[in-house]
């Protein structure tokens, strides 16, 4: 059982650029989410996905958008950068429902 | 807005004694609650949890206090040890299964 990869692990983005990062589910997994670990903080939920579709989504603007694949992998775009963007990304995958999060190692993006 | 919060940045203890580590809460949706441990370059682990109809949950070392009417809840280590030093995480969801964490906060476990 393999779990939860992401990549890459480190990023440098210019603002105004745009940014894909991917994520590769717990086998068996089929719902994903996305947090964002700003220095000295906690994750914030940015949003869910299961299934394909957005199953909930936290307090993010639009240019923060996200895709899910029959395979259950996901993309994290986050268009127009911006320096606030710096941060590390997690992603996460679960079964549906009350089940626990399983976390993978993150991808740090620098915004200059 | 700050729906979790855990106020102590930062806990030092010797190793074989306890470690409680505390968390706050403001959302009364919340009804399952998580502890998640974080060492450098890799992601949170999860480490255990407890629902909103329990007040305790063990787990070996670690055990999980859940105080509702004060939305409070703790996590304590017995006996800590050095391999416990890390970030710690509390996290809260509510009927979504969104997740709300904490700052965390760093645990140094003295040898």
Not at chain 1, 66 to 79: A, I, T
Request: proline share 6%; with cysteine.
């Amino acid at each position: 059982e393999t779990g939860v990869t992401q990549s890459p692990t480190h990023l440098i983005k210019t603002r105004g650029q745009q940014v894909t990062l991917r994520c590769s589910s717990q086998s068996g997994h089929n719902t994903v989410s996305w947090y964002q670990q700003a220095l000295g903080q906690g994750p914030q939920f940015i949003f869910q996905y299961y299934r394909e579709e957005e199953n909930g989504r936290g307090n993010f603007p639009p240019r923060f958008s996200g895709l899910q694949f029959p395979n259950y992998s996901s993309e994290l775009n986050v268009n127009a950068l911006e320096l606030d963007d710096s941060a590390l990304y997690l992603c996460a995958s679960s079964l549906p429902g009350r089940e626990t999060q399983y976390f993978g190692p993150g991808t740090r993006l620098l915004v200059l | 807005d700050q729906q979790v919060k855990q106020n102590s940045p930062s806990l030092s203890v010797q190793e074989g004694r306890i470690s409680i580590l505390n968390c706050d809460y403001t959302n009364s949706m919340f009804d399952y609650f998580l502890w998640y441990k974080k060492y450098p370059a890799e992601g949170p682990t999860f480490l255990i949890s407890i629902s909103s109809i329990k007040d305790k949950n063990e787990d070996g070392r670690f055990t999980v206090f859940l105080n509702k009417s004060a939305k409070h809840l703790s996590l304590h280590i017995v006996p800590s040890q050095p391999g416990d030093s890390a970030v710690y995480f509390c996290a809260a969801s509510d009927y979504n299964n969104d997740m709300r964490f904490g700052a965390g906060t760093r645990l140094t476990v003295k040898p």
